[in-house]
């Protein structure tokens, strides 16, 4: 029976001191994240069109864990290019009419949970848009700028939101009420939470424990980095990892500088905290290009090394197509999925992931980074995996700890496992 990372959460969170979640042990990463353009991802750009014409496909890739991107409507006030950010919500507790509504989305969380998939709403909780509904009725909910309206986010571009004031506890409580709206009324699975570090930690802290009042086990993944933000959440971004792949795909860093990342990681995080490996997402394809642009002949190779990595690996809309264009943020622009070339390809990773118990928990064993060539080995109680990475254009011969040698072509790889 294929075993899933959100099956084998033990739901059992408890206070403990200085109000953190205290969190028990808890399944190790064996399952994968996919996430979800609805815009984008069919010419009708609907809950419906998706759920009709993907989803089945999605069920054959071995997808685990559905992420939606914003799903709420979107604000007119300072909207950029025609359709405006995901992330300026206009109502946290409606669902975007271009998408459909709550009929259609609640049809679409119960057809992949019919397919056994989990389905998490990516959550924006650092800014609304600027005419969200308490911009008129909760003025106080925001921090405001020298004239009096709701101030961007410091340190930001954002000018089509607005920020946020998390001092207010009022405002806390609604907006855990807005999350909470969706667990009772959908019955979704958890949250993607946007830009998560530009919010006080002690609040995730709160908010998870208020969830679980309603729904647990829920699945929480943070867009943020810092080990701290595993005090509520169960994921977080692998953002280290992402940009040192790019840079060796790029020719200016080496298998060096990766086992030093991996190393570093092992001394910041704990045992359980789940970090998620991937080659591209929403931000990385619209503003830094797709994966193509900034790994080449690398793709293929760097794919496989998010999943054979401790963590839980991504794959975002249109991967499997081997989609090369950077996809409009503000705009339509439809992903071709006339040919999807990679499916077979994900979904043995996917495969892997879920059989291969060595890859059930976070432990690594880095045997070499000489010569631009990573090796390492995943293992369990009943299995060992030994993964070879040759990041050279060339052809390599290299040594193993048994004495023998395997010879792995340029920009390539072996998985030996035993």
Request: with cysteine; proline share 3%; hydrophobic share 40%.
């Amino acid at each position: 029976m294929k075993k899933f990372l959100l099956y084998s959460l033990i739901a059992l969170f408890a206070s403990c001191g200085g109000g953190q979640v205290e969190k028990q042990e808890i399944g190790i990463p064996q399952s994968n994240i996919y996430e979800v353009n609805i815009r984008q991802y069919t010419q009708e750009g609907t809950f419906d069109a998706f759920r009709e014409k993907h989803l089945a496909r999605l069920k054959e890739q071995n997808v685990d864990i559905l992420w939606l991107m914003p799903i709420f409507p979107i604000s007119e006030e300072g909207r950029k290019g025609t359709l405006g950010s995901y992330y300026a919500v206009k109502n946290y507790t409606e669902v975007n009419p271009e998408f459909g509504n709550l009929e259609s989305l609640k049809l679409l969380v119960n057809q992949a949970h019919k397919f056994g998939m989990k389905v998490i709403l990516d959550w924006v909780a650092n800014h609304t848009g600027k005419d969200n509904v308490w911009t008129k009725e909760h003025k106080d909910f925001f921090n405001l700028d020298s004239l009096g309206n709701p101030a961007v986010p410091e340190g930001t571009d954002w000018d089509d939101v607005a920020d946020l004031n998390y001092d207010n506890p009022e405002m806390r409580k609604a907006m855990i009420e807005a999350m909470k709206f969706w667990l009772k009324n959908a019955d979704i699975d958890g949250f993607r939470c946007d830009v998560a570090g530009m919010v006080p930690t002690d609040f995730w802290v709160e908010c998870r424990k208020e969830l679980e009042t309603v729904k647990k086990p829920i699945f929480m993944l943070a867009e943020d980095d810092k080990p701290e933000i595993h005090k509520a959440f169960d994921a977080s971004y692998n953002w280290k990892i992402h940009h040192v792949l790019n840079k060796i795909a790029q020719g200016t860093n080496t298998a060096d500088s990766l086992a030093e990342v991996i190393l570093q990681e092992q001394k910041d995080f704990q045992k359980n905290d789940i970090l998620m490996n991937f080659t591209s997402n929403h931000d990385e394809n619209s503003w830094s290009k797709s994966e193509y642009d900034r790994m080449g002949d690398y793709v293929k190779q760097m794919a496989v090394l998010t999943y054979y990595l401790p963590g839980m690996p991504l794959c975002y809309s249109g991967q499997e197509a081997a989609n090369k264009k950077a996809l409009e943020f503000f705009e339509k622009d439809v992903i071709d999925f006339s040919n999807v070339p990679l499916k077979d390809f994900y979904a043995e990773l996917n495969k892997a992931k879920h059989t291969h118990s060595a890859l059930w928990n976070n432990d690594i064993k880095i045997i070499s980074s000489n010569d631009n060539v990573f090796v390492f080995e995943r293992k369990s109680s009943d299995e060992k995996i030994l993964c070879v990475f040759n990041f050279n254009a060339d052809e390599k011969e290299v040594a193993l700890e048994n004495g023998k040698t395997v010879k792995v072509e340029g920009k390539g790889y072996k998985i030996i496992v035993e």
